[in-house]
């Protein structure tokens, strides 16, 4: 029994050091190396300045933008705290809510049905897409608000679809921050 | 329901089975001693390991040796992720300057990842240092999986050895697992996931000015994540970097980096199962086995998929049917990248393998795909299951197969030449009896206490019932995901989940190794045309049966007043 816990101390230790401490800084080291934009989070910077990543959600509430899925994540878009809503199906709370948004939606929007992306909290809170529905919706309000012409609207969004990946994984997606970055430079 | 969405299912599919050979190939070569093309690297190291730590690698353990081994390096490896977690603050690594973690949370955490558990009390962004993460979470995340590897390993030597006392060296089957299997396959896949988008740091979360409000602030969270997420998912541990787990875009952020984290925690549970065909000399079995988990696991994703696709009945003027450009159905706690189809497999493959990784909120799934996913978790961690514990919870399946076809007949049963006799059975019943005892005693308790119990819901009626339950299957189980509204980062639950994580990995670990430890002890007897071959289809379909009734017997009451109710009332348009 002795020469058991004498191993196993010796064999954690020297284990924690390979695989705990070893492992993972090869790996920063490496990945520091060949991919450091991806290594660093994905940043994006305009003048000099980290405005967000292009991973992640943030949150957009003026007319004039693209609006990103609502967020769970803290108090919203809280990228130091990601999350789910975690309401049940049969939660009061949730159905009030997503049918409360849908038709303030509709009321903004008569005749549109609304995307369910756009009145359903993300798993993360920080998704940073939209599926192209819920894009081609908000065009309307964007191009009131810019007085841009909405048929050049939409061809952005269009020029924005990611389809899916290798034409087989996942769904189509638009990045909101990647078409508000491009919005702010169309002209009127 | 889309064709893409079944398509994904088939491609998944058609990779993880071409990798069941040469993976199972692999692993048995590694675990058998035999060399392999990583030797001229890793043989040095692999000796150096030995005596560092002082290991005899040629000494063969009986069953009570082994045992244990796995207590004391599951004991001496937690006591040292409670010290790191308590002394956070006084270490390097820690850019956010985080303190200690509070003795409870830190006691369930430890228990957590030394379980392959990854049950996670706690949002992980802001209470754990990175130091904490590297060597208090992520060494686990190798450890427990090499754990679960070797005492597979060791059941698969019991039933093939003849007349032994031993069954192999557990440091040995350890160090052979991290280096040729886990750790050069998570430095090639930490670098895929950061190819994808993952990030890999050490710097101090970033600052960033929104586009729309400059003046307001987003802090981003990031860190050593893909390294984390490698070994997290190869293993079958599941404990996220970020709370939201694999649906944060910072750990999964394409629908490809999806696909390679869902093959990942099947891979090695598939592979194991060819592993024990090719160690036992009857290749058939190992396919058999394969082919009983495959079909659990393919009615588990159509069921959840079917019931994720749908409109929810109580909300209107949404657009909730599947197109090429809005994938509809139920997306609260979904992503967009991912869709219903892809998250429905995610969700399916998690709860079979006890990985507990998630790309959705399984608290918001419906009330049938939730149902489906904890059942998953309730019939053992057995459709493929944990790395290594799949193989060993399932072949104590295949034990009580033999037996009822034996009863059936009137015969001693054997099994791949073994006489299974009353200490098997029983310690295999012991093994099978000590899982629902802990899920429906500690649910019943914290159930009917409002104080200690109640108090954490999220959600009430039915599903209320279904969080608590939820939580102590997956604690059992070693699966470790959630229905992540109940808060469980209370001192009761803490605590309880805690005891709960160990008794339902180590209490149950050690009738596995005394089954090998006797079968190892048995001559070997020819097959007679008595003998129940169990290398064909009638087996397979004898062994979807004794996992089916077995979890349907234990649970259905359960079962029958959380989810099933929630689906029935929630037809009849009632929301809590």
Same mark, same amino acid.
């Given at each position: 029994m002795h020469s058991v816990w004498k191993t196993s101390i010796r064999y954690t230790l020297v284990t924690a050091v390979l695989l705990g401490l070893g492992y993972p800084l090869v790996v920063t080291g490496i990945a520091g190396v060949l991919l450091p934009h991806k290594a660093g989070g994905s940043l994006i910077l305009k003048d000099g300045q980290v405005i967000g990543s292009e991973l992640l959600a943030q949150s957009f509430t003026s007319d004039r933008y693209f609006h990103p899925r609502p967020s769970a994540a803290g108090s919203g878009y809280d990228a130091s705290a990601s999350g789910g809503s975690n309401l049940a199906q049969s939660s009061k709370t949730l159905v009030d809510r997503i049918q409360g948004s849908i038709d303030k939606l509709s009321a903004e929007n008569p005749g549109l049905p609304v995307p369910i992306d756009m009145v359903t909290t993300s798993a993360s809170g920080l998704d940073p897409d939209v599926t192209p529905d819920n894009a081609i919706f908000q065009a309307r309000r964007i191009s009131k608000a810019r007085g841009i012409d909405e048929d050049r609207i939409r061809k952005l969004v269009q020029q924005h679809v990611i389809s899916r990946q290798l034409g087989v994984l996942g769904e189509a997606r638009v990045n909101v921050l990647e078409l508000n970055l491009d919005l702010d430079k169309m002209t009127k | 329901m889309s064709a893409n969405g079944w398509l994904q299912f088939a491609l998944f599919s058609v990779i993880l089975l071409a990798s069941v050979r040469p993976v199972g190939i692999y692993l048995a070569r590694v675990l058998e001693g035999e060399r392999t093309w990583l030797d001229r690297v890793l043989h040095p190291i692999e000796r150096l390991i030995y005596k560092l730590s002082g290991v005899d690698s040629a000494h063969e353990m009986n069953w009570r040796e082994y045992a244990f081994a796995v207590l004391g390096f599951s004991a001496v490896s937690m006591v040292l992720t409670y010290a790191i977690e308590r002394l956070q603050q006084f270490l390097p690594f820690n850019p956010q300057g985080l303190a200690a973690v509070g003795p409870d949370l830190a006691w369930n955490t430890a228990a957590s990842f030394t379980t392959n558990t990854n049950w996670q009390s706690y949002v992980p962004e802001t209470t754990m240092s990175y130091f904490t993460q590297m060597v208090g979470l992520a060494y686990h995340n190798f450890g427990s999986a090499a754990v679960g590897i070797a005492v597979a390993v060791a059941l698969i030597r019991g039933i093939k050895r003849t007349t032994s006392t031993t069954i192999g060296n557990f440091w040995v089957d350890m160090t052979r697992t991290f280096l040729y299997v886990l750790v050069p396959a998570s430095l090639v896949y930490a670098l895929l996931l950061v190819g994808q988008g993952v990030p890999q740091n050490l710097k101090a979360y970033t600052t960033a000015h929104p586009l729309e409000q400059p003046k307001q602030t987003q802090t981003i969270a990031q860190g050593p994540v893909a390294s984390q997420e490698a070994i997290k998912m190869l293993g079958t541990n *599941? *404990?996220? &970097? &970020?709370? $939201?787990?694999? $649906?944060?875009p910072f750990e999964n952020p394409t629908p490809l980096s999806n696909l390679l984290q869902m093959l990942s925690i099947f891979i090695i549970p598939a592979g194991l199962t060819y592993t024990l065909g090719r160690m036992t000399g009857s290749p058939g079995h190992g396919w058999a086995v394969l082919a009983a988990m495959f079909v659990l696991f393919t009615a588990g994703f159509a069921t959840v998929y079917w019931a994720e696709a749908h409109p929810h009945a109580l909300i209107h003027g949404a657009a909730q049917t599947a197109t090429l450009t809005a994938p509809g159905g139920n997306m609260e706690g979904k992503e967009v990248r991912n869709g219903i189809a892809a998250s429905s497999l995610f969700a399916t493959i998690t709860t079979d393998a006890s990985c507990g990784a998630v790309t959705s909120m399984h608290d918001s799934l419906t009330p049938l795909g939730g149902m489906v996913v904890l059942i998953n978790i309730m019939m053992g961690e057995v459709v493929f299951g944990g790395v290594g514990s799949g193989l060993y919870g399932i072949l104590i399946m295949v034990v009580l197969a033999v037996f009822i076809a034996g009863l059936m007949v009137g015969r001693t049963p054997e099994y791949l030449g073994k006489k299974i006799e009353a200490y098997d059975v029983k310690m295999s019943m012991l093994y099978v009896l000590i899982f629902p005892l802990i899920i429906l005693a500690f649910t019943a308790v914290f159930v009917l206490s409002p104080t200690i119990g109640l108090s954490s819901l999220a959600n009430q009626g039915p599903h209320g019932l279904t969080e608590i339950l939820y939580a102590y299957t997956s604690g059992a189980g070693n699966n470790g995901s959630a229905f992540a509204g109940l808060n469980a980062n209370t001192w009761w639950y803490n605590v309880m989940l805690g005891w709960t994580m160990l008794a339902g990995r180590l209490l149950m670990m050690i009738p596995v190794l005394a089954l090998a430890g006797n079968l190892a002890s048995k001559k070997s007897v020819p097959p007679s045309p008595g003998t129940f071959p169990v290398n064909t289809g009638l087996f397979a379909t004898l062994l979807v049966g004794v996992i089916v009734i077995l979890s349907a017997l234990t649970f259905f009451p359960a079962l029958s007043l959380g989810p099933i109710l929630e689906h029935l009332v929630l037809k009849a348009g009632q929301v809590f």
């Amino acid at each position: 029994m002795h020469s058991v816990w004498k191993t196993s101390i010796r064999y954690t230790l020297v284990t924690a050091v390979l695989l705990g401490l070893g492992y993972p800084l090869v790996v920063t080291g490496i990945a520091g190396v060949l991919l450091p934009h991806k290594a660093g989070g994905s940043l994006i910077l305009k003048d000099g300045q980290v405005i967000g990543s292009e991973l992640l959600a943030q949150s957009f509430t003026s007319d004039r933008y693209f609006h990103p899925r609502p967020s769970a994540a803290g108090s919203g878009y809280d990228a130091s705290a990601s999350g789910g809503s975690n309401l049940a199906q049969s939660s009061k709370t949730l159905v009030d809510r997503i049918q409360g948004s849908i038709d303030k939606l509709s009321a903004e929007n008569p005749g549109l049905p609304v995307p369910i992306d756009m009145v359903t909290t993300s798993a993360s809170g920080l998704d940073p897409d939209v599926t192209p529905d819920n894009a081609i919706f908000q065009a309307r309000r964007i191009s009131k608000a810019r007085g841009i012409d909405e048929d050049r609207i939409r061809k952005l969004v269009q020029q924005h679809v990611i389809s899916r990946q290798l034409g087989v994984l996942g769904e189509a997606r638009v990045n909101v921050l990647e078409l508000n970055l491009d919005l702010d430079k169309m002209t009127k | 329901m889309s064709a893409n969405g079944w398509l994904q299912f088939a491609l998944f599919s058609v990779i993880l089975l071409a990798s069941v050979r040469p993976v199972g190939i692999y692993l048995a070569r590694v675990l058998e001693g035999e060399r392999t093309w990583l030797d001229r690297v890793l043989h040095p190291i692999e000796r150096l390991i030995y005596k560092l730590s002082g290991v005899d690698s040629a000494h063969e353990m009986n069953w009570r040796e082994y045992a244990f081994a796995v207590l004391g390096f599951s004991a001496v490896s937690m006591v040292l992720t409670y010290a790191i977690e308590r002394l956070q603050q006084f270490l390097p690594f820690n850019p956010q300057g985080l303190a200690a973690v509070g003795p409870d949370l830190a006691w369930n955490t430890a228990a957590s990842f030394t379980t392959n558990t990854n049950w996670q009390s706690y949002v992980p962004e802001t209470t754990m240092s990175y130091f904490t993460q590297m060597v208090g979470l992520a060494y686990h995340n190798f450890g427990s999986a090499a754990v679960g590897i070797a005492v597979a390993v060791a059941l698969i030597r019991g039933i093939k050895r003849t007349t032994s006392t031993t069954i192999g060296n557990f440091w040995v089957d350890m160090t052979r697992t991290f280096l040729y299997v886990l750790v050069p396959a998570s430095l090639v896949y930490a670098l895929l996931l950061v190819g994808q988008g993952v990030p890999q740091n050490l710097k101090a979360y970033t600052t960033a000015h929104p586009l729309e409000q400059p003046k307001q602030t987003q802090t981003i969270a990031q860190g050593p994540v893909a390294s984390q997420e490698a070994i997290k998912m190869l293993g079958t541990n *599941g *404990g996220g &970097f &970020f709370n $939201a787990n694999s $649906a944060h875009p910072f750990e999964n952020p394409t629908p490809l980096s999806n696909l390679l984290q869902m093959l990942s925690i099947f891979i090695i549970p598939a592979g194991l199962t060819y592993t024990l065909g090719r160690m036992t000399g009857s290749p058939g079995h190992g396919w058999a086995v394969l082919a009983a988990m495959f079909v659990l696991f393919t009615a588990g994703f159509a069921t959840v998929y079917w019931a994720e696709a749908h409109p929810h009945a109580l909300i209107h003027g949404a657009a909730q049917t599947a197109t090429l450009t809005a994938p509809g159905g139920n997306m609260e706690g979904k992503e967009v990248r991912n869709g219903i189809a892809a998250s429905s497999l995610f969700a399916t493959i998690t709860t079979d393998a006890s990985c507990g990784a998630v790309t959705s909120m399984h608290d918001s799934l419906t009330p049938l795909g939730g149902m489906v996913v904890l059942i998953n978790i309730m019939m053992g961690e057995v459709v493929f299951g944990g790395v290594g514990s799949g193989l060993y919870g399932i072949l104590i399946m295949v034990v009580l197969a033999v037996f009822i076809a034996g009863l059936m007949v009137g015969r001693t049963p054997e099994y791949l030449g073994k006489k299974i006799e009353a200490y098997d059975v029983k310690m295999s019943m012991l093994y099978v009896l000590i899982f629902p005892l802990i899920i429906l005693a500690f649910t019943a308790v914290f159930v009917l206490s409002p104080t200690i119990g109640l108090s954490s819901l999220a959600n009430q009626g039915p599903h209320g019932l279904t969080e608590i339950l939820y939580a102590y299957t997956s604690g059992a189980g070693n699966n470790g995901s959630a229905f992540a509204g109940l808060n469980a980062n209370t001192w009761w639950y803490n605590v309880m989940l805690g005891w709960t994580m160990l008794a339902g990995r180590l209490l149950m670990m050690i009738p596995v190794l005394a089954l090998a430890g006797n079968l190892a002890s048995k001559k070997s007897v020819p097959p007679s045309p008595g003998t129940f071959p169990v290398n064909t289809g009638l087996f397979a379909t004898l062994l979807v049966g004794v996992i089916v009734i077995l979890s349907a017997l234990t649970f259905f009451p359960a079962l029958s007043l959380g989810p099933i109710l929630e689906h029935l009332v929630l037809k009849a348009g009632q929301v809590f």
